[in-house]
């Protein structure tokens, strides 16, 4: 029986041209010839498009190089006039999968517009869920070109999750520029300058004046490139990486210099805040607190309520008592933001107050007014 990385060469074939970003001269000429599949336009070889009506030499090779990055096929290789008997079968594709493969969501697949409905009326979430479909529930014919339909959607997106798994290897910011690539020029432009991975990072507004056009509209065109790039294994690989560095609560950019994978993108602020605000939404944030730039589960709000509740309870300790009390007060702290972040605030609990001099490591004062009544009770 074939696995799906056996099946995907064919199955890339039936990707449906609607969902690759292709030049709007490219998109024309399709609309014209009532081209589907990326199978329908691989037929026509890059010369013969060059004799059709308004597709120059640009249009074709941007729209070559776009769908040998997203695919890994050469779009010289003559593509089969259809897929091999069984190929698009639902049970061959869902019998293949691993289970890794199983685990994977299914919220920013291309997936026929019937499954997608079905998907969310019975409250699928990974492509584990989706294989529960069973023979019973597509027996009539009228289901059967979406089946195959999802068996090519399925076997496509695998392909492209991989590719992306093996990119995001080289590095977070080595991996976000080949990423990049595979957008369109506008597209990668934006989120180049967004992210301040070429230059420093622009706002929506400026970009919108260097482009003539509304922020909103900048807006709409990186949204989109961002829908794109989730409908691959990027950001998965990448929230992986996130959540391994994390385990332990937050973390100093700097310290993270020292990693490989890290230490190219963690020399930019702004690109490492992007990258995991737009890739990771409210799961992750980069502050900064204590004259450094950390890598947190929490907000900076956070992270100063916390502050504020230690100070408070750290007031209220009769004085002159021993440092180390003041210390045991950090340690809950450790749970929550992590042992390095609650280190952070220990060292700024230190400088705000005052030792004897006498080496016994005892708090005399804390703050400036409790200093002052401290030197005039003694």
């Known amino acids: 029986m074939p696995d799906v990385g056996a099946l995907a060469g064919d199955a890339i074939l039936g990707t449906p041209l609607s969902s690759l970003d292709l030049p709007t001269r490219m998109e024309n000429f399709i609309l014209r010839k009532g081209l589907k599949t990326l199978g329908d336009l691989t037929r026509r070889a890059p010369g013969d498009l060059l004799r059709e009506r308004n597709l120059g030499r640009k249009t074709v090779e941007a729209t ?55 998907a969310w009326h019975e409250g699928f979430v990974t492509l584990g869920d989706l294989c529960s479909w069973s023979d019973p529930q597509r027996s009539k014919s009228s289901w059967h070109s979406t089946v195959t339909d999802l068996s090519l959607a399925v076997a496509v997106h695998l392909a492209r999750v991989k590719r992306d798994e093996q990119r995001v290897k080289a590095g977070l910011l080595e991996s976000w520029t080949t990423l990049l690539e595979d957008l369109e020029p506008i597209r990668r432009a934006i989120l180049a300058q967004r992210s301040g991975s070429a230059s420093g990072a622009k706002t929506l507004r400026e970009i919108g004046g260097m482009r003539g056009v509304s922020s909103v509209r900048i807006g709409q065109l990186e949204a989109k490139a961002w829908r794109e790039i989730r409908r691959g294994g990027w950001v998965d ?53 204590h004259d450094r730039d950390w890598l947190s589960r929490h907000e900076l709000a956070a992270v100063n309520s916390a502050w504020a509740q230690l100070r408070r309870r750290a007031e209220n300790i009769r004085l002159p008592a021993p440092w180390a009390v003041f210390e045991a007060l950090t340690k809950p702290l450790a749970a929550t933001l992590g042992a390095r972040l609650a280190l952070a605030l220990t060292e700024r609990l230190h400088d705000v107050v005052q030792l004897e001099d006498s080496g016994d490591h005892r708090v005399v004062a804390f703050g400036r007014g409790r200093q002052r009544r401290a030197r005039a009770h003694l």
């Open 64 to 118: 070559r190089r776009l769908i040998e990055r997203q695919t890994g096929i050469s779009w010289l290789n003559p593509a089969p006039a259809q897929n091999p008997e069984g190929v698009t079968h639902w049970d061959v594709v869902r019998a293949s999968l691993t289970e890794s493969q199983r685990a994977k969501r299914i919220a920013w697949m291309v997936l026929p517009d019937r499954v997608r409905a079905r």
């Open 237 to 289: 690989a990448v929230r992986a990486r996130l959540d391994a560095v994390l385990s332990e609560g937050a973390i100093a950019l700097d310290d993270l210099a020292a990693d490989a994978w890290w230490s190219s993108a963690v020399e930019s602020r702004d690109f490492v805040a992007y990258v995991v605000k737009k890739a990771l939404g409210a799961e992750a944030f980069v502050i900064r607190y």
